[in-house]
């Protein structure tokens, strides 16, 4: 399945970037200053293996355009909240980002959706012809640039697990818990009875050991890994809230206009080959991070029971209805989900 969907990616890296190289050519070869300069806020401190690759994306920008965009990465924390980067784009402090959606719930509802809810599938390839075949990019497209944004190619990650403090050996053990679970996830884990928390990224570890939470979802396991989460809570959930993460990167439609249209190609071409590497290189630290996390004392609670399964299935069954009134974006994304599965 992977091995599919990387070389039908690889086909189309491919084309893109002898496009993009072939467009960058036509600059000149010589050292010049910029004719653009970016601002890229990202969700991830310095250092995280996600981080660097945002790092990679914004220095693949720079080298294709042959340095007619110069792109500075700010992550997080770095004068942009998680919650601001959408509005920050919006507004054009930042020229370009890559949002959580979950944290833009009522910004952007048609985001949670393009996100993944609960009970999504894990198959890369089904996911990408669901954007790029079955309608979902056109959608967006028209969702996000209606708020005065440019929406470029998604990037898929891995599924989305939740980390608590103490093991979950039944269903009921959600009751009253508290965990950061925004958007969707919230949702989904407010109907098993606990009580979700927005929070961004940064903050899990501090909320976990001073008890304000008591578990979290991480975009991925690498999330956990990399926040050293485990330190303060060792228990994972086997069962994963979703199968993968959906994730778009924006740009400030003002300053998308002021860009030729081979600067406009670049670009472009360059979020394809940034969408190739979050898949390959997540799916690579996903084992990796869980063996390491393991090695620190990480736990999987018990496996879950028939019922707690039936229980769980249960939690996501009505959110397609309740996002489909979100806007209408929202109801083409999910009118389309039920045509696929019928």
């Known amino acids: 399945m992977l091995k599919t969907f990387q070389k039908a990616k690889k086909r189309l890296v491919a084309s893109s970037l002898a496009m993009a190289l072939g467009l960058g050519a036509m600059a000149s070869t010589a050292a010049q200053a910029a004719d653009h300069n970016w601002r890229f806020a990202n969700l991830y401190s310095r250092g995280s293996a996600f981080g660097e690759v945002y790092e990679s994306l914004a220095k693949n920008i720079e080298t294709m355009s042959n340095g007619r965009i110069k792109v500075q990465v700010l992550y997080s924390g770095e004068g942009v909240g998680t919650t601001g980067i959408l509005g920050a784009v919006k507004s054009g402090l930042i020229t370009m980002g890559a949002p959580f959606q979950s944290m833009h719930a009522g910004e952007l509802p048609a985001g949670i959706v393009e996100i993944g809810l609960p009970g999504g599938t894990d198959d890369a390839t089904e996911l990408t012809t669901l954007f790029q075949e079955k309608g979902w ?11 005065g944004l440019v929406w470029l190619d998604p990037y898929i990650q891995p599924a989305v697990y939740v980390l608590t403090k103490k093991p979950i050996k039944s269903i009921e053990d959600f009751k009253g818990l508290k965990i950061r679970a925004p958007g969707a996830y919230g949702k989904f884990l407010r109907n098993l009875g606990a009580s979700p928390v927005s929070l961004a990224w940064g903050e899990i570890y501090t909320s976990l050991s001073t008890g304000v939470i008591d578990g979290s979802i991480g975009s991925n396991m690498i999330d956990h890994r990399d926040g050293n989460h ?10 994963p809230l979703a199968g993968a993460q959906v994730l778009p990167i924006i740009v400030n439609r003002n300053a998308w206009s002021k860009l030729s249209p081979d600067l406009q190609a670049i670009v472009s071409a360059a979020t394809t080959v940034h969408a190739r590497e979050q898949l390959t290189k997540s799916k690579l630290w996903e084992s990796q991070a869980v063996a390491e996390m393991e090695a620190k004392g990480l736990q999987w609670s018990p496996a879950p029971s028939d019922a707690d399964k039936a229980a769980w299935q249960s939690a996501g069954a009505g959110l397609w209805d309740e996002y489909a009134k979100s806007d209408k974006y929202s109801a083409e994304l999910i009118e389309v989900l039920r045509k696929e599965a019928n």
């Open 137 to 147: 990019a056109p959608i967006l497209k028209e969702a996000y640039g209606s708020q």
């Open 230 to 239: 485990v330190e303060v809570a060792k228990y994972m959930y086997p069962l």
